[in-house]
């Protein structure tokens, strides 16, 4: 890629299996992150205040640095703990998010959602932008949570935002994608070890 002189538009990380995995990653953004592109990053640590089973200390250092690369970050409030070293707490009000969010933002990425934040019978994203300050976006909450959610949005955040589409207008579609997506699932039956159903309603989407 590098001797055909390749670009890109936009890059997007996901979950990540082991140190030398992030370090690839790290060494691809070194050749291919420029000022011309977006770099979106989804830092699949943990979730429920817990780090996954898969995942090691190492991996959490190594993502820290990964974050730096960052214009747009995409971690639910987990990961926002561990990458922080905040203690977890899922009551965290928007003053104690913003504090977070920002301190997320000095590692690199200009604009913060911090994801799935359980608010009642809403679940709620933390958005931040460096100079703009911190807002919350709120969905009415349906059925349970599935596996899948946090891809979805994230690649919904990361082709708007290479098509130029406002931050808060994205963070807002992609909420109401998800809600449709569950929504859509439980109408099919779908099992919640199965994830998400979302292609059927690819076409919804503008």
Same mark, same amino acid.
């Given at each position: 890629?590098?001797?055909?002189?390749?670009?890109?538009?936009?890059?997007?990380?996901?979950?990540?299996?082991?140190?030398?995995?992030?370090?690839?990653? *790290?060494?691809?953004?070194?050749?291919?992150?420029?000022?011309?592109?977006?770099?979106?990053?989804?830092?699949?640590?943990?979730?429920?205040?817990? $780090?996954?089973?898969?995942?090691?200390?190492?991996?959490?250092?190594?993502?820290?640095?990964?974050?730096?690369?960052?214009?747009?970050?995409?971690?639910?409030?987990?990961?926002?703990?561990? $990458?922080?070293?905040?203690?977890?707490? =899922? *009551?965290?009000?928007? &003053? *104690?998010?913003?504090?977070?969010?920002?301190? $997320?933002?000095?590692?690199?990425?200009?604009?913060?959602?911090?994801?799935?934040? +359980?608010?009642?019978?809403?679940?709620?994203?933390?958005?931040?932008?460096?100079?703009?300050?911190?807002?919350?976006?709120?969905?009415?909450?349906?059925?349970?949570?599935?596996?899948?959610?946090?891809?979805?949005?994230?690649?919904?955040? =990361? =082709?708007?935002?290479?098509?130029?589409?406002?931050?808060?207008?994205?963070?807002?579609?992609?909420?109401?994608?998800?809600?449709?997506?569950?929504?859509?699932?439980?109408?099919?039956?779908?099992? +919640?070890?199965?994830?998400?159903?979302? &292609?059927? $309603?690819?076409?919804?989407?503008?």
């Amino acid at each position: 890629w590098i001797k055909l002189g390749l670009k890109f538009n936009g890059i997007c990380t996901g979950f990540l299996g082991s140190e030398k995995q992030i370090m690839i990653v *790290e060494e691809f953004l070194l050749h291919f992150k420029t000022d011309n592109n977006i770099t979106i990053i989804d830092p699949v640590m943990g979730d429920y205040g817990k $780090l996954y089973s898969t995942y090691t200390d190492g991996m959490c250092t190594e993502m820290k640095k990964l974050v730096s690369y960052a214009n747009i970050l995409t971690p639910n409030l987990t990961e926002a703990c561990i $990458l922080t070293g905040r203690e977890y707490n =899922a *009551e965290y009000g928007n &003053e *104690e998010l913003e504090i977070i969010a920002k301190q $997320l933002s000095d590692m690199g990425p200009s604009k913060i959602v911090i994801t799935g934040i +359980v608010r009642g019978t809403y679940i709620a994203n933390y958005c931040y932008e460096d100079g703009c300050g911190g807002y919350e976006i709120k969905t009415t909450k349906v059925g349970t949570q599935r596996s899948g959610t946090g891809d979805i949005f994230t690649a919904i955040i =990361a =082709a708007d935002a290479v098509n130029k589409v406002n931050f808060h207008e994205s963070v807002r579609k992609a909420s109401q994608f998800i809600k449709k997506c569950i929504m859509k699932s439980i109408e099919l039956e779908i099992p +919640v070890t199965d994830g998400v159903c979302f &292609e059927e $309603l690819l076409t919804t989407l503008r």
